[in-house]
T-cell receptor
């Protein structure tokens, strides 16, 4: 069975500060990992993905994430937060059978203070 | 441009009514999914379909029904048996293998009045 845990349902940072959103997964085999962003009343947009190539993955809008197998983590970071980064972020892991299924974490709402 | 179109964006339902949410994709994706999103609860899988004329229940299928008569279309019906249908509904599709990730529609917000 697979699961995804996002630590902290709400994270608040000041504009210009480091953004760190945490994601830990459990999987019996090497996973595919994803981060999505959702703005209010919109669908989810893919930020970045890890598919067993480089462990440091760069995505859109200046975000990046590092796959750490020893820690079973895939935390999302951005060096300097912008007001436009305020949104909900979801971590997801692939389901390693023929189902083409993603399992999502509970989401983290990022708030950016001026 | 290719993508997933969900309609309507807002939908109001009276108690005891069935309503159907539309999901259409022109990405030539094989698999399609319906998720329900409630505040603070993340995404919960309702139904999914890997191929035409075949679909499987997800975690919260009770009170919902789907069909997959065409590759491009995966409509979701919220029946009167769904006791708490007010939520944000998201449709997604995937290209081939899970390494590509999902493409999502923009969602339908359903409200019971």
């Amino acid at each position: 069975a697979q699961s995804v845990t996002q630590l902290g349902s709400h994270v608040s940072v000041s504009e210009g500060a480091l953004v760190l959103l945490r994601c830990n997964y459990s999987s019996s085999v090497p996973p595919y990992l994803f981060w999505y962003v959702q703005y209010p009343n919109q669908g989810l947009q893919l930020l970045l993905k890890y598919t067993s190539a480089a462990t440091l993955v760069k995505g859109i809008n200046g975000f990046e994430a590092e796959f750490k197998k020893s820690e079973t983590s895939f935390h999302l970071t951005k060096p300097s937060a912008h007001m436009s980064d305020a949104a909900e972020y979801f971590c997801a892991v692939s389901l390693n059978n023929a189902g083409n299924m993603l399992t999502f974490g509970g989401g983290t709402r990022l708030m950016v203070k001026p | 441009d290719g993508g997933i179109t969900q309609s309507p964006k807002y939908l109001f339902r009276k108690e005891g009514q069935n309503v159907t949410l539309s999901c259409e994709q022109n990405l030539n994706h094989d698999a399609m999914y319906w998720y329900r999103q409630d505040p603070g609860q993340g995404l919960r899988l309702i139904y999914y379909s890997q191929i035409v004329n075949d679909f499987q229940k997800g975690d919260i299928a009770e009170g919902y029904s789907v069909s997959r008569e065409k590759k491009e279309s995966f409509p979701l019906t919220v029946t009167s048996a769904q006791k708490n249908p007010t939520a944000f509904y998201l449709c997604a599709s995937i290209r081939g293998t899970e390494s590509y990730g999902y493409t999502f529609g923009s969602g339908t917000r359903l409200t019971v009045v």
